[in-house]
């Protein structure tokens, strides 16, 4: 089992940059493949960006691919997701969320096992 916790949420003005960090517990995180999810007020949940067990492989929803990018560094148990030219509808609670049953980059919620307690970003125009 693995704990996940969400961190560098915020508030930051259209056009800006924010990191978010996922730091897992345990000692077998190269074992998860890691996916990065979001929820906006009155929507449901919307798949970001996923990384594979070792890194070498990602995935990205259209809406964010060549602004967004996932990273991970296994020695540190940490997924990352770097996001820039934010734009106000990016505005939502992103979720971290880790498979161990998935190989390569689900980008289905039930294609993961552990979620964070998410992260909030708010992105003013």
């Known amino acids: 089992q693995v704990q996940l916790v969400e961190s560098g949420g915020g508030l930051v003005q259209a056009g800006g940059s924010l990191r978010l960090s996922c730091a897992a517990s345990?000692?077998?995180?190269?074992?998860?493949?890691v996916g990065w999810f979001r929820q906006a007020p009155g929507k449901e949940r919307e798949f970001v960006a996923a990384?594979?067990?070792?890194?070498?492989?990602?995935d990205y929803a259209g809406s964010v691919k060549g602004r967004f990018t996932i990273s991970r560094d296994n020695a540190k148990s940490t997924s990352y997701l770097q996001m820039n030219s934010l734009k106000p509808e990016d505005s939502a609670v992103y979720y971290c969320?880790?498979?161990?049953?998935?190989?390569?980059?689900?980008?289905?919620?039930?294609?993961?096992?552990?979620w964070g307690q998410g992260t909030q970003v708010t992105v003013s125009s």
């Open positions: 969320a880790a498979s161990q049953t998935y190989r390569g980059t689900p980008v289905v919620e039930h294609g993961y096992d552990y």
């Open positions: 345990g000692r077998t995180w190269s074992s998860y493949a």
């Open positions: 990384i594979s067990r070792s890194g070498g492989s990602t």
